[in-house]
């Protein structure tokens, strides 16, 4: 389980990247990179880091649920996630 400060500290970085997603974009399409420095470093979007959404987890992570590889092994094998069953051939 991550620290609960590393996860808020993540929602904080995407309500800026929200907030400055506009003004970023139109400053790059004006190429004016001056002024696009000195906005707030986590309004980068690429400063974003993919976390599991129960435990937090960064590493081993599966886009596709949003989850962490541990989680989705405990989901799948309690049939909490439709559609996946454990492989057999």
Aim: with cysteine; net charge positive.
């Amino acid at each position: 389980m991550a620290n609960k400060s590393w996860t808020e500290r993540e929602k904080k970085k995407r309500t800026l990247v929200k907030k400055y997603a506009a003004l970023r974009a139109e400053l790059k399409a004006k190429h004016d990179y001056a002024a696009l420095a000195k906005l707030p470093r986590n309004s980068s979007p690429v400063r974003l880091v993919n976390r599991c959404r129960i435990s937090g987890r960064r590493h081993a992570y599966l886009r596709k649920f949003n989850i962490s590889r541990i989680m989705f092994r405990e989901l799948a094998m309690a049939g909490m996630l439709p559609g996946v069953t454990k492989a057999s051939w």
